[in-house]
């Protein structure tokens, strides 16, 4: 039976199908059927030959042109390469029995470039960047996670290490640049002791990037994270980097080298480190990172050049790297609101996953950046390279707890 909502009136099937034979076709609307079994029985078409054209090179096989012969399977094997030098390996944090707060993480110590011609003893490291002053200008895929930290920097450094696995944390003493704030290097130093005591894993420390304060500002940072193995970022040539090689040097530091896509300037520059009396396996070089579509190509030379260089041997050169893969974030693709390129929940940490994943490749060890999902997805692919080509497979729970989030 069919029961017509619109007509509120029951029709029988057999004076339906009466109907369907007079006039060849009815259409109905808003239509219940009620049967015990329903058979609808739908005309196969017949089969779609597409007809195939000859490639153009059996055209020219045809012709006479070329000949056509079976190539036989081969035997291959990656080409190894073997090189007579190293990259050194650095350690952040001190051990308990060392009299440290506890975790320690080590980066460097390869002896070739890529993961099939061996594998790497420590696999690259991801830390995540805060700063000691609330950023709203941060785009909403990163700000959403951090809303409810910014205003604490303590438990900002808290929530990356217990909800999202923080292995490192970067403060950035953004608030310290005259021309924002000029809180002093002994306020600055006073929030170093706070964040040491509130999580125990190690730190890199930045400065604002004021040429003429930041020197002072890790100067007081690093007495207050004395003996801790920390990160002092950055000393570069623009500014007095013998007072943060003092600095390293007196209380135990490591020291971040910064140049700008140049390997000669990285070079003179861990060479004039050195000849102030920094420990060459306290060194960590940052070449500057672009991001994907805005100059990735200049840093990809850079850090390639300097790798091969270290390993090929060169002393001056053969330190860990480090990447600002947080300036991925930058790119308009990445963060700007515009419907035809898809949802930023998904572009932005792509961008930053993508800028961080070409920079691996490329030999990078310390990755400095700022979404979970980047930071997750980028420790669950580094991690694969300690290992030797399938032996270890992505966990793809990771990826559903992307999805989840995004």
């Avoid at 909403?140 to 809303?147: A, G, I, L, T």
Wanted: net charge negative; aromatic share 6%.
């Amino acid at each position: 039976m069919i029961y017509n909502d619109k007509l509120g009136d029951v029709m029988d099937l057999n004076a339906l199908i009466k109907i369907i034979e007079k006039v060849g076709r009815i259409e109905i609307e808003n239509i219940t059927i009620t049967a015990d079994e329903l058979i609808i029985n739908i005309p196969s078409a017949p089969p779609v030959v597409i007809p195939q054209t000859p490639s153009i090179k059996e055209k020219l096989a045809d012709e006479g042109i070329i000949e056509i012969k079976d190539v036989p399977e081969l035997d291959w094997e990656p080409p190894i390469e073997k090189y007579p030098g190293y990259i050194r390996e650095v350690q952040f944090g001190r051990s308990k029995e060392e009299g440290g707060r506890g975790k320690v993480v080590k980066i460097g110590g390869q002896r070739a470039l890529y993961r099939f011609e061996e594998p790497q003893p420590n696999p690259p490291v991801v830390t995540f960047d805060i700063f000691d002053m609330p950023m709203p200008g941060l785009p909403k895929p990163v700000r959403e996670f951090f809303q409810d930290v910014m205003e604490d920097p303590c438990e900002w450094a808290k929530k990356c290490v217990k909800e999202f696995g923080a292995d490192m944390i970067t403060i950035h003493h953004v608030s310290t640049d005259p021309k924002i704030k000029d809180t002093s290097p002994k306020e600055a130093a006073k929030l170093m002791e706070d964040l040491l005591q509130a999580v125990d894993v190690p730190f890199v420390i930045g400065g604002s990037g004021n040429p003429q304060k930041d020197p002072l500002v890790l100067e007081a940072c690093a007495e207050a994270a004395e003996g801790d193995r920390c990160l002092l970022a950055s000393a570069n040539l623009e500014l007095d980097y013998k007072k943060i090689v003092d600095a390293a040097m007196k209380y135990d530091h490591n020291v971040l080298a910064w140049s700008i896509m140049d390997p000669n300037m990285a070079r003179d520059l861990n060479r004039k480190l050195i000849e102030a009396g920094l420990d060459p396996n306290k060194i960590v070089m940052d070449p500057t990172t672009c991001a994907l579509g805005y100059g990735i190509e200049f840093s990809i030379n850079a850090m390639v050049r300097l790798r091969l260089n270290g390993l090929k041997g060169d002393e001056l050169v053969n330190m860990p790297m480090s990447s600002g893969t947080t300036n991925a974030i930058g790119a308009r693709e990445a963060w700007m609101n515009n419907p035809e390129w898809g949802p930023r929940e998904y572009r932005l940490p792509l961008w930053e996953i993508t800028t961080g994943i070409t920079m691996m490749m490329c030999g990078v060890d310390l990755f400095m950046m700022l979404n979970p999902i980047s930071v997750k997805t980028l420790k669950e692919i580094g991690r694969t390279l300690t290992t030797k080509p399938g032996e270890v497979k992505l966990n793809t729970n990771n990826y559903e707890w992307i999805v989840a989030k995004a």
